[in-house]
Nanobody, 119 residues
């Protein structure tokens, strides 16, 4: 089974930046639709960004203009660049893999998450 491992989280001041990474144990980053989600304590899980097999990206309104999803096909790594961070961006960030290259398909793998704290 594919495993997803996130890293790159940390504590930053408002206005700062972080780059999150999600490494897959098998080459699925370039063939499947991939998402970044986040969940803050007491809040529902929120989809942040997606990238499909063709490289087409979509963003939540809260992420537009500040976050960028990308991937390194050769390295099998998914990224999320977080800029102009706000206190309300504080959450656990997870990457997730869809079953196929269709972003409408269900997810079948989730990473354990990496914590982002903005103060």
């Amino acid at each position: 089974h594919v495993q997803l491992v996130e890293s790159g989280g940390g504590s930053v001041q408002a206005g700062g930046s972080l780059r999150l990474s999600c490494v897959a144990s098998r080459n699925t980053i370039s063939t499947n639709c991939m998402d970044w989600f986040r969940q803050a304590p007491g809040k529902e899980r929120e989809g942040v960004a997606s990238i499909d097999r063709d490289g087409i990206t979509t963003y939540a309104d809260s992420a537009k203009g500040r976050f960028t999803i990308s991937r390194d096909n050769a390295g099998n790594t998914l990224y999320l660049q977080l800029n102009s961070l706000k206190i309300e961006d504080t959450a656990m960030y997870h990457c997730a893999k869809h079953q196929t290259h269709y972003c409408d398909d269900a997810h079948d793998r989730w990473g354990q998450g990496t914590q982002v704290t903005v103060s």
